[in-house]
């Protein structure tokens, strides 16, 4: 394919070039995963506890091992950003995980309205719009292409598993989440082939 | 600075130091970003460690990039920036080639 040689494109190939690791997608698929095996197995305060303690691994992760690969890049306050809603992306799936356990909870009850009824009758492809909304939304923010496919990924499998009824909320998440999870580590497992670790410093500081 | 007969007559200045391939791609790379390490611009413009290091002193001495050392975790770590003296230079010499090639008929 060809590409403009220009300096937007240096820029953006220098910004993709940071997605390359695949560890933003082991981290989402990890996500959507322990939401999933919280349903399933029933322990669902574990879930809570799993991203909060995900995400600063990860990036420790990412600080020991990607940067002695691709280097330290600062990008321009637009690009730091994006990082940022990236990041938030992560904590709105968080959080409407938490409020779609807790609407299941409340609407199991008897006072619920009627239009509740009709969610709870359609409950995974609600789900499947929050989540999906969350992950397009956030691949368009951060120019980040990847999330698009998986929202849609997200939103699709939720919607299958809502019209087939051999499936529940629990099994789809888990599919879904450990489907992104090991398209990360097929990244992950590239990247670290196709950059091997710089020993730069060390040989810039022996010449002196 | 050299000066160069333009194709309409005038003559346009072109930044030396600027225009030399490796130079113009590291200044490039530098100008789209606030900083960089040296291994980021080995593996963004694809040059060796020699190589990066001899252009980037030329820069350095020519007052386009400032270099900062500093210890990550007791290691040694080297950042690249461009200076705003750079950053000028680097958009003089944008302006100058556009108008050397919007000249050029058809």
């Known amino acids: ?35 999933g095996a919280a349903i399933l197995s029933g322990f669902y305060w574990l879930s809570p506890i799993w991203v909060a303690a995900l995400i600063p691994s990860m990036r420790d992760l990412a600080r020991r091992l990607i940067v002695p690969r691709i280097g330290h ?16 992306v992560l904590f709105v799936l968080a959080l409407a995980g938490g409020g779609v356990f807790l609407f299941t909870a409340w609407s199991t009850r008897g006072a619920a309205p009627e239009w509740v009824g009709w969610i709870r009758s359609h409950f995974l492809i609600v789900i499947g719009l929050i989540w999906g909304g969350a992950l397009v939304a956030g691949g ?36 879904v989440g450990g489907l992104i999870t090991l398209i990360g580590v097929g990244l992950f497992v590239h990247f670290l082939k196709r950059y091997p670790r710089q020993p730069i410093e060390e040989i810039g500081e022996a010449d002196g | ?80 920036k461009l200076t705003s003296e750079g950053r000028r230079a680097f958009d003089a010499y944008r302006r100058q080639m556009k108008a050397l090639f919007d000249d050029l008929p058809g």
């Open chain 2, 1 to 80: 600075m050299a000066r160069r007969q333009g194709a309409d007559g005038d003559l346009i200045e072109i930044d030396r130091v600027i225009h030399e391939p490796a130079r113009l791609l590291i200044t490039a790379h530098l100008y789209v970003v606030e900083s960089a390490d040296y291994v980021f611009l080995m593996q963004n413009t694809g040059l060796t460690w020699g190589n990066l290091s001899s252009h980037l002193s030329k820069l350095e001495a020519a007052g386009y990039v400032e270099i900062t050392k500093d210890f990550i975790e007791r290691k040694p770590h080297t950042m690249v």
């Open chain 1, 140 to 175: 368009w923010a951060a120019d980040f292409p990847r999330l698009h496919a998986y929202g849609a990924l997200v939103f699709l499998t939720l919607l299958g598993s809502d019209l087939s009824a051999g499936y529940n909320l629990g099994h789809a998440l888990t599919a």
């Open chain 1, 1 to 35: 394919m060809e590409t403009r040689p220009g300096l937007r494109e240096i820029e953006r190939k220098a910004w993709l070039r940071t997605f390359e690791h695949g560890l933003w997608d082991i981290a989402i698929g990890l996500v959507l995963l322990s939401f």
């Open chain 1, 73 to 88: 890049v600062t990008f321009m306050k637009r690009r730091q950003r994006s990082t940022a809603r990236i990041s938030l």
